[in-house]
Every structure is written in structure tokens, then in C-alpha cells.
């Protein structure tokens, strides 16, 4: 077998872009060499958006090649549904890739990854490792603050290293490698605390597999301190969504501001083509599900319909990349004043003139894909997240509004 055939495509779990040198990390700058190297030979993408901004879902939308509005899922449950339409690993098969997967083994035994949703391929062979990740946040909540050690992390190396020469050995053709990193690694405290150590990580892939094979990419990311939230899968905001991707050098082209969703990234990796694409989306959950929030992204702007308030919000990502000035208004209420105020007065805007007609694209393209479930579908969610948001008195007043309608 001739290892330039082999292609590894990593991805890390609620991976910010924030995280790395090559995207402006000033910390972390100097102790990355694996990917400084994939960087500086490769291509960066810079508008790379999850269809998903939650593991499950993401996969699904990178496998499949499908946004989760197109899903045949409704809401987010133990399905045992088996994808049968073309996927990623029908491609690689068709190809001559001998599929497999290294993950850590919680995504089996704790949150049965397989029984929920599977398109990861009928003949891939998954390799559940133990003991590659630290628990943390809503994950693993624990009294005292995790301390750094870093013989559980060389154990990582150690393991991984040792599953990749395995998987090597025992093919019998090329192999198509995915491999998903925790969202820490073991002996490592916290989000973003281990990039050095995913660093040695891509380094052993890159003495296995040529630099010209390997992708580096995140299923999402995470909310980071943004907006005051933390962690990820209830937000479509910039550093939840538009996540990392570096590819081997494409169209000569170091840098790529393409607009690219992770529904792409079959055609990426087997391709190696730039998908051309006017617009993204990415959804929080799927469409019967109370909590949705769908996130529509063109090259220069965002529009997000949050289901459950039925609130918009607009942004131009060109000048406010942190999403801070809703723009889907020409008022907003001054909450020191205590007031409803002229936005265009006092926010410092250069394309007012554009607004009504990109207002009314979104809502256009909103109304086009958006779909409600069924009475049965739409009906226990919204009741379970009436309680788990308001408590038992908004249950009962919806209960009583159900009742008067009879």
C-alpha cells in the first residue's frame, strides 16, 4: 500500500477558530509546529460554517452532505435510523479507501453515538480508545479544579499512535482515516488547554500519513465567554459556527474566503474542489424541536430566527464580526433611558440604504426552508422545555390555553 494514498481528516471537538495561531492566537503562537507547517504549505479557511453547532448534528451534516433542515429527523433522539443515501464513506469506499474511525470510547458506551443517527458507514471499522479525554463543565461536574497531568496525556500519544500503526498494518488498501479528538484531552483542564498537546497529535498523523493527505477541521465550536455564555448547542454565533478547516493547498490559494459549509467537506477532501456557495445555514436542532435557532449566512452578513421567541437578528459580519448590533430594525429600546430610539442616529452604520432589501432576503430565504412538525412531534418537546426553562406555573397556563381552545 502506498502511504500518499492514505488521507487522515482530524477534527476536534468544540474547536474554536480562536484557538489557533492561524487564525490570531498570540498565546499558543510558537507551540504549534505540526500545524504551522500544514499552514504554511496548505490552504486556510476562513468562512468554513458547521451545518450544526453540536456534535451529532454536525456529523450528521458532514456525512450525509445534508443540513439538518433536509434531515428525515425531526427532533434529536435515540433514532437507530441507518442513513441510506450516498454519505462520505459510501465516496471513500467507491474510491478504494478502507474506512475507519478513532474516537474516544465514551462516544459509544455513554452517548451511543451509533444508536442515534448512523452515517458513519456500514462497512467502517470504529476504534473506541479509553481513557483520551477529561470530562469537563455540564460533561463532568466535579467539586474540585482539575489539575494538569501529563502522563495521562502521554498515554494519549501513546495510544493513538499505537491504534493508527495498528489500523495501518492490518489494511489490506488504502485507508480513509477519521479521527475526532475530545473536547480536552486527558491530563489537560479545560477547553483550549491542550492545543500544544493537539499539536503532537497532528504530529504523529504527520509521520504516518503525507502532509499532502492530512485535513484538520472542528465539528463546532464553542460560545467561549461570548454574548456571557459559555459552551456550545444552543447558540449559532460566530465562534460556535464558523469553524476551523485547514486543507492541503487547493487552487494555489493559501487563504480562502469562499463562503463553505461542512456539508462540503467530501468534496474538500476527495476533490479537492472549492465548493462556490451564496449561502450557509446552521441549525441548533432540528425542526420540531422547541429551542431551534437557524442561522442563514451569506458572504457578508447573518440572520438568526430564534423559534422559540421568534426573535431576528441581523448582523453584518463585514463591519461587526462579533455580532453585537442587531440590525434587524431601524429602532432599538435604550435600555439606560428606558426609551425606543432612531438605531441609525446612533450607531455609526455605512450601508443603511441596503438594509430593507437584505431584510427581506432573509426572511424570504427563512420562510423557504423553514417546516413545523407534526401535533405528536412539536407537542412533548415544547412542554418538556416550557418546564425546564419556566417551571411548572408556564406549564400550567399552557395547559389552561389548551383547554380554552377546546
Partial sequence: MQERESIIFITKDAFCKDYLPCYGNQYWSGHTPNIDKLVENGSVFRKYYTGAPSTVMSNMCMFTGLYAHESELSRYVLSGIHYQGETLWTKAEAKGYECHIIWDEAWHS???????????GENTK?????????????????????????????????????EIKKIKKEAEKPIFLWMHIPHVINGRTGYGTDIDAFDHI???????????????????????????????????YETAVNIPLIAPRIDEKRIIDNLVSNIDISTIIFERKIPERDVVY?????????????AIITKDYKYIYNKHSKKEELY?????????????????????RHVKTPLRELYFYPYWEELEEVRRYFRKEKNKIWKTGTFKEEFIPTLKYQVQTHGYYQLTQMLSKLKSKK
Fill in 110 to 120: 455513554v452517548f451511543k453515538m451509533e444508536e442515534r443517527y448512523y452515517c458513519y
Fill in 126 to 162: 470504529i476504534h473506541n480508545l479509553k481513557e483520551i479525554r477529561q470530562g469537563v463543565g455540564a460533561h463532568y461536574l466535579h467539586g474540585d479544579s482539575l489539575k494538569r497531568d501529563d502522563s495521562k496525556t502521554e498515554y494519549v500519544y501513546k495510544t493513538i499512535e499505537n
Fill in 202 to 236: 497532528v504530529g504523529i498523523a504527520r509521520n504516518k500519513f503525507k502532509d499532502t493527505n492530512i485535513f484538520i477541521a472542528a465539528d463546532h465550536g464553542n460560545m467561549n465567554g461570548m454574548k456571557g455564555k459559555i459552551s456550545y448547542g444552543h447558540d449559532v
Fill in 282 to 294: 446552521s441549525d441548533s436542532t432540528f425542526y420540531a424541536q422547541p429551542n431551534r435557532k437557524l
Fill in 316 to 336: 453584518d459580519l463585514r463591519t461587526d464580526p462579533e455580532e453585537n448590533c442587531n440590525l434587524i430594525s431601524d429602532t432599538i429600546y435604550d435600555v439606560d
